[in-house]
């Protein structure tokens, strides 16, 4: 195994049932980070016999969204520097050696944004909705904090004074085995963004969802080639359209339940 310098740094990590790929992040976080926190919303798997294996902070906290209970681990973290991984995603090789020759713990004014390569599988899917996503991972909780949205949270900070780096050393994200578990997934996703939106007060129309799936299958399999991912390819960003559909449709009958 490669050794790394222990960085003074606490990954925060929300779970929900997560035994299926928990115990393969926390090894590859294990030997970088000098603080695991674990904030899991009522597992009745094995997720928290695995953690409790890692020398962690587990807090157990009922489910307020992703932007909430992020926050909970922000707030227990002992470091002031803070990594935010899923439950599904393990940092990689060559991300652990870049901060092992590149750490400096007094640097400040700084976010980074790591690439995320996510898998079907153990099949990298590198174009398309899932090509080329760069996410907010590594910054200082004294600096930036997450939003209290329940789904597709923003990382809040002063980009005024703030530099964000984007970093191509990535973070590998086991998204789900199959098309068909995916899909499912996705299903649960558009009905908390429409909750989202319907809390924000937007509109919809009735060819807005169809508009939206449309759209959004040109974007991510001609012309962000997702094509080249063969006929996974065409059914991720199907799958993606569909949920897109979903998600307006879903915010349409709320604000026609609230017109009534």
């Not at 016999?49 to 906290?61: D, G, L, P, R, V």
């Amino acid at each position: 195994m490669k050794e790394h310098k222990i960085l003074p740094v606490s990954a925060v990590i929300t779970t929900f049932n997560s035994a299926r790929t928990l115990e393969s992040v926390m090894i590859a976080l294990n030997d970088w980070v000098n603080q695991i926190v674990i904030v899991d919303s009522g597992s009745t798997d094995s997720t928290l016999e695995i953690a409790k294996k890692f020398n962690c902070n587990i807090i157990s906290e009922a489910w307020h969204g992703y932007g909430a209970n992020k926050n909970v681990g922000l707030s227990a973290a002992a470091n002031d520097w803070i990594l935010s991984i899923d439950s599904d995603e393990e940092v990689s090789e060559s991300l652990k050696a870049y901060f092992s020759f590149n750490w400096n713990p007094n640097e400040i004014k700084k976010v980074y944004r790591i690439l995320t390569i996510s898998y079907l599988g153990e099949r990298p899917i590198l174009h398309g909705g899932w090509g080329k996503v760069y996410n907010y991972r590594l910054f200082r909780k004294s600096e930036a904090k997450w939003d209290l949205s329940a789904i597709h949270e923003e990382l809040i900070f002063d980009r005024s004074k703030i530099n964000i780096i984007k970093l191509n050393n990535p973070i590998h994200h086991y998204t789900t085995e199959s098309v068909l578990q995916y899909r499912i997934k996705l299903s649960k996703y558009a009905k908390a963004t429409a909750l989202k939106y319907f809390n924000q007060n937007r509109k919809t129309s009735f060819f807005l969802p169809w508009l939206s799936a449309l759209f959004l299958f040109i974007k991510e399999y001609i012309l962000k080639s997702g094509f080249l991912d063969g006929w996974v390819g065409f059914q991720i960003a199907f799958a993606r359209s569909i949920s897109n559909f979903e998600k307006y449709r879903y915010l349409r009958i709320l604000n026609r339940m609230k017109n009534k």
